[in-house]
Every structure is written in structure tokens, then in C-alpha cells.
């Protein structure tokens, strides 16, 4: 029994290794292309939203005048 424990010891780690270096964890089982796409079309949309509002606030992003260099 303990071999048996060793084994699937090993195989579970070595599958949990695995997924960890996954790069593309979608499950298409539940939902399809359709679902996948759907996600993916989100994603690019809120990605596409962050990136203007950092255009609309430009000024905000800018670094304040270092105190030091006023001295």
C-alpha cells in the first residue's frame, strides 16, 4: 500500500507542477469558443476603457516636484 501511496504521491505532484506552468487555463468544457471568446471581447474592452482613463488623466500621473530640489 505504501508504494501505491508513493506512486500517486508522485503523479499528483507532478500534475499540480503542471498546472502551475500553465499559461492558458481555460476550460472549454462549459461554455465553449462562444464563452471563451465572449471573456476574451471583455477583457479587451476593460483593458481598452483603463488605458483612456489614464489618457483623460494624464496630469495626474505626472510625479510632483521633488522638495529637495526647491532647497
Known sequence: MEILYGVSHEIR???QQIQTHNDC???????GYDLLEKKL??????KKHFEAM????TPLLEDLPSPIEDM
Open 13 to 15: 505532484k507532478k500534475a
Open 25 to 31: 487555463p481555460h476550460v472549454l468544457s462549459h461554455g
Open 41 to 46: 471581447v471583455e477583457e479587451k474592452r476593460k
Open 54 to 57: 489614464l489618457i483623460e488623466n
